[in-house]
């Protein structure tokens, strides 16, 4: 089992920066590639970026290329999502995901879960 529990979500002006934060623990952290998805009101949970286990080779969707960069920290546990330029539409509740082999964007293949911390964008 991996348990993770997310922070570093919260209110912030369109234009403005967050970084969230996943800290795992469990079973061996560097074994597992690591993502974050976000989930809107209304709207089905996508994946917005993710990270494999050595921090070597990153994916992120289109719609947050060259604002957000996700990161991780084998010595701590922990993968980092940093969130610039932030816009409205990134209003949603993001969530920390870990999955063992092969990279994948599909929400099925995640099997750990984090509870979900809450991102504001205001216009």
């Known amino acids: 089992q991996v348990q993770l529990v997310e922070s570093g979500g919260g209110l912030v002006q369109a234009g403005g920066s967050l970084r969230l934060s996943c800290a795992a623990s469990?079973?061996?952290?560097?074994?597992?590639?690591m993502a974050w998805f976000r989930q809107a009101p209304g709207r089905e949970r996508r994946i917005v970026a993710a990270?494999?286990?050595?921090?070597?080779?990153?994916y992120y969707a289109d719609s947050v290329k060259g604002r957000f960069t996700i990161s991780r920290d084998n010595a701590k546990n922990t993968v980092y999502l940093q969130m610039n330029s932030l816009e409205p539409d990134d209003t949603a509740v993001y969530y920390c995901a870990a999955k063992s082999g092969s990279h994948s964007t599909a929400l099925a293949a995640y099997n750990y879960w984090g509870q979900g911390t809450q991102v504001t964008v205001s216009s």
């Open positions: 469990g079973r061996t952290f560097s074994d597992f590639r």
């Open positions: 990270i494999n286990s050595n921090g070597g080779t990153t």
